[in-house]
Nanobody, 115 residues
């Protein structure tokens, strides 16, 4: 069974930085696409960034140039470096791993950006 555990959320002022981590277990990590999603109150969950096993990346337009997704296959961990944070980045951030046709999710970590 795939298990994802996120960490690194918190409260930060606008313009600040945070790094989220997602540790995966129960899968052949290096083969699978990892992604970060977020969900703000009253809004649908949206894709923030994704990285394939081959390390190709894609980003939501709203975070391009500010966020960086990466992975360390030796540690079965994906990261989301978030710089120049804005109040509109406030949301619960979820780690996602795609294994075949299945999606697995972490429990979520709260990111709050104060103005």
């Amino acid at each position: 069974q795939v298990r994802l555990v996120e960490s690194g959320g918190g409260l930060v002022q606008a313009g600040g930085s945070l790094r989220l981590s997602c540790v995966s277990s129960g899968s052949i990590f290096f083969l699978n696409t990892m992604a970060w999603y977020r969900q703000a109150p009253g809004k649908v969950r949206e894709l923030v960034a994704a990285i394939t096993g081959g390390r190709s990346t894609n980003y939501a337009d709203s975070v391009k140039g500010r966020f960086t997704i990466s992975r360390d296959n030796a540690k079965n961990t994906a990261y989301l470096q978030m710089d120049s944070l804005k109040p509109e980045d406030t949301a619960v951030y979820y780690c996602n791993q795609k294994v075949g046709k299945n999606d697995y999710w972490g429990q979520g970590t709260q990111v709050t950006v104060s103005s």
